[in-house]
Nanobody
Framework: QVQLVESGGGLVQAGGSLRLSCAASGGTFSRYAMGWFHQAPGKEREFVAG????????YYADSVKGRFTISRDNAKNTVYLQMNRLKPEDTAVYYC??????????????????WGQGTQVSVSS
């Protein structure tokens, strides 16, 4: 069984920063590509950022390029999302996900095999 647990969400003023963490257990974390998605009320879940199993390739939604950074520490079985210069439109529940079958389509939520429970990020103006 693979379990993913997000943490680090909260309320922050526009322009501020948060760092989200996703701790994995029950699987071989170093072999999984990892991604972050977010979902606002009434909206579809959307891709935010992805990282290959080696950490050598990263991918970002256009809306967060230059502001967010995804990284991973395989020794700690953890993936991070550093969120800088936050905007009110970033407000959403953020989910981490693991892709275990070798897909390169990191933007597609249907390629991911395991999901965390989500953590709320709220950005005030």
């Amino acid at each position: 069984q693979v379990q993913l647990v997000e943490s680090g969400g909260g309320l922050v003023q526009a322009g501020g920063s948060l760092r989200l963490s996703c701790a994995a257990s029950g699987g071989t974390f170093s072999r999984y590509a990892m991604g972050w998605f977010h979902q606002a009320p009434g909206k579809e879940r959307e891709f935010v950022a992805g990282i290959s199993w080696s950490g050598g390739s990263t991918y970002y939604a256009d809306s967060v390029k230059g502001r967010f950074t995804i990284s991973r520490d395989n020794a700690k079985n953890t993936v991070y999302l550093q969120m800088n210069r936050l905007k009110p439109e970033d407000t959403a529940v953020y989910y981490c996900a693991a892709e275990a079958h070798g897909s390169s389509a990191f933007y597609n939520l249907y390629e991911y095999d395991y999901w965390g429970q989500g953590t709320q990020v709220s950005v005030s103006s």
